[in-house]
C-alpha cells in the first residue's frame, strides 16, 4: 500500500504543475486580448461619398449597357453550333487519338 500513496503524492505534485501552468497560459492570453482583442476604430466602413461615387458608376454602366440593347434589357447571343460534318470530324480526330493512346499502352 505504501506504492499507492507514492502515486497520490506524485499525481499531486503534476496536478499542482499544470494548474500552474494553465494559470500562466490564462495571463498569457489576457495580455494578448488586451493588446489585439478590440479595437478602438472601427475599420472597413466607406464614405457616403464613396458608396454614392460606387453607385453612380454602376448606373452609368447599367446605362451604357441598356443603351446597347433596343428592348431595354441584355439580350444574349445566340449559341454557335457545330455543323454536321465538323462533329464527325472531331469525333473521327478523338477516336485516332485513342487509337494512339491504346497503341502506345499495348507496345509497353
Same mark, same amino acid.
Given at each position: ?9 506524485i ?18 492570453l ?16 466607406? &464614405?457616403? /461619398?464613396? =458608396?454614392?461615387? !460606387?453607385? @453612380? *458608376?454602376? %448606373?452609368?454602366? $447599367? #446605362?451604357?449597357? +441598356? ?15 457545330? &455543323?454536321? /460534318?465538323? =462533329?464527325?470530324? !472531331?469525333? @473521327? *480526330?478523338q %477516336?485516332?487519338? $485513342? #487509337?494512339?493512346? +491504346? ?6
Open positions: 500500500m505504501t506504492n499507492l500513496g507514492g502515486v497520490v503524492q499525481l499531486r505534485k503534476e496536478h499542482d504543475r499544470l494548474s500552474k501552468e494553465i494559470k500562466a497560459i490564462g495571463v498569457a489576457s495580455a494578448f486580448g488586451a493588446a489585439y482583442g478590440k479595437r478602438t476604430a472601427p475599420r472597413g466602413r466607406m &464614405s457616403a /461619398a464613396g =458608396r454614392a461615387r !460606387i453607385a @453612380a *458608376a454602376q %448606373r452609368a454602366r $447599367w #446605362a451604357k449597357v +441598356k443603351a446597347r440593347s433596343d428592348k431595354g434589357y441584355v439580350v444574349t447571343p445566340k449559341k454557335r453550333t457545330l &455543323s454536321a /460534318a465538323a =462533329r464527325k470530324n !472531331i469525333a @473521327a *480526330a %477516336r485516332a487519338r $485513342w #487509337a494512339n493512346v +491504346k497503341a502506345a499502352k499495348k507496345s509497353s
